[in-house]
């Protein structure tokens, strides 16, 4: 079989894209927000993510590899029910990865850059990991090799799931079809994903079916009520581009040298875990802003 | 071993830095230096304005929900804000059209030098490792206590 990588054929269609977007949101055709210095920090984290998965990525081979010899069964590379099932599987796996990736802080260091923009447009997409074989999620997809889909078969897919997230970072598209918006991830559903609001922080986890997350009690509609406001809980205070693909490994290891007795709950705490509690995490955000409704609520009742 | 021969020609396929994958590379970079660079153009005279009172507050509640503002002070080059809060310092700073926020204890944000009509204030994060704020005068006087 010829080789096959969705990501690499669909490149020429991310320039095009970008290029459409800024072009028509600068004419007021569409809506959408871009800054110069932001842009070139998603682009070229985009541009060199590939190479920065080279030195693990013999690793995640050899491991696939290896779970391949040790398949359960034969699954067929040329039947479509294996691809209807890979599909599937791994849309699976990658709710899984992508949750833990956030709701963990080792994974989080790794995933942290790809939410670093305070802006929401299609070059958001291409602000791709450096760090992500290192953190080796890439770990959580090997059991599909194991039940015996080819490792070529699971690598298409993920190729698959990436290009389609692609275009559901826009502010272009607000809502679609009621339908397509209650299986698919959607723009709408993954700006959610993306904002910073305690309301929506670590929602919809999707790759391409958002029923994973109406699933597993991790889905969070767009209100029109409450604007999504991009970025980072304490977004980043630099462009340095060094600083946006390592501050939070930076941040990790500082902690651990601090106190290092603390070693596990600094690495597998949600992020903003302290032994003290002295920072806040998705969850106490979350607690002090529903506090804070139900007491805006009787006073709005007062006003009335 | 077919399934065997099959990886490893997958495997072959995969060689990273062949001259394709260079040329890849080049041409996907000059398409970035391209996008930037259209970027550049599309946002020409839409660079966000001068923070005034109103928006720094509007920014601060935002940013630190519930804390009450005891004095603010607007940088002179409308590029970020120093409030107090009780015993803390809240920092803005101008992050492209947008504002990173932390919080500091108010002493240390006060102990921060001048120099050339700048306010460095240490902020002791790796993601914003300092705000650097344009001021006439440092620490204020009226709330420098």
């Known amino acids: 079989m010829k080789h096959f990588d969705p990501v690499t ?3 020429p269609f991310f320039i095009v894209t970008v290029i459409l977007e ?99 447009n299609l070059s958001t997409a291409l602000r791709q990991t450096w760090t992500g074989g290192v953190a ?12 015996g889909f080819p490792p070529a078969m699971v690598a298409i897919e993920k190729g698959v799931s990436l290009v389609y997230q692609y275009w559901i970072h826009t502010e272009a598209i607000r809502r679609l079809p009621r339908p397509i918006e209650a299986v698919f991830n959607t723009p709408s559903h993954h700006r959610v994903h993306h904002a910073r609001n305690p309301r929506y922080l670590d929602k919809n986890y999707a790759g391409i079916l958002i029923v994973w997350d109406r699933m597993f009690g991790t889905f969070q509609p767009e209100l029109d009520e409450e604007a999504c406001r991009y970025g980072l809980v304490h977004n980043l205070g630099t462009f340095n581009i060094l600083r946006v693909a390592f501050h939070e490994w930076i941040g990790l290891a500082q902690d651990i040298v601090r106190s290092p007795r603390h070693t596990l709950g600094w690495l597998f705490g949600a992020p903003g875990w302290t032994p003290d509690g002295s920072r806040d995490t998705s969850a106490t955000l979350k607690a002090q802003w529903a506090a804070r409704q139900a007491q805006a609520k009787p006073a709005e009742r007062e006003a009335a | 071993m077919t399934e ?49 009172d109103t928006e720094a507050r509007r920014w601060l509640a935002d940013e630190f929900p519930g804390l009450a503002i005891e004095g603010l002070w607007l940088a002179t080059d409308g590029k970020g804000a120093v409030a107090k809060s009780k015993d803390q310092a809240l920092v803005l700073s101008r992050m492209g059209d947008g504002y990173a926020a932390r919080r500091l204890a108010w002493s240390q944000a006060v102990a921060a030098g001048l120099k050339d009509g700048r306010v460095r204030i240490a902020l002791g994060d790796p993601g914003a490792p300092r705000a650097v704020l344009a001021f006439t005068k440092w620490p204020p006087q009226d709330l420098a206590a």
């Open chain 1, 136 to 147: 080796g999620t890439w770990a959580l997809w090997l059991p599909l090799s194991l039940l």
């Open chain 1, 9 to 11: 054929l669909a490149t």
């Open chain 2, 4 to 52: 065997g021969r099959s990886v490893a020609s997958f495997a072959a396929r995969r060689t990273p830095l062949n001259a394709a994958a260079l040329i890849q590379l080049a041409i996907s970079a000059a398409a970035v230096a391209a996008m930037v660079g259209l970027a550049a153009w599309a946002t020409r005279g839409r660079g966000a304005p001068p923070l005034t």
């Open chain 1, 22 to 120: 800024i072009v028509l949101a600068r004419l007021g055709k569409l809506k959408a927000h871009y800054e110069t210095r932001d842009t070139a920090v998603s682009l070229t984290m985009g541009l060199f993510s590939t190479l920065a998965g080279l030195p693990v990525a013999g690793l995640s081979f050899a491991a696939a590899i290896w779970a391949y010899h040790h398949r359960l069964f034969t699954i067929p590379m040329t039947a479509a029910w294996a691809w209807v099932l890979v599909f599937f599987l791994e849309d699976l796996t990658y709710y899984w990865f992508h949750r833990l990736s956030h709701e963990r802080r080792v994974w989080w260091a790794a995933h942290v850059n790809h939410h670093s923009s305070q802006h929401y």
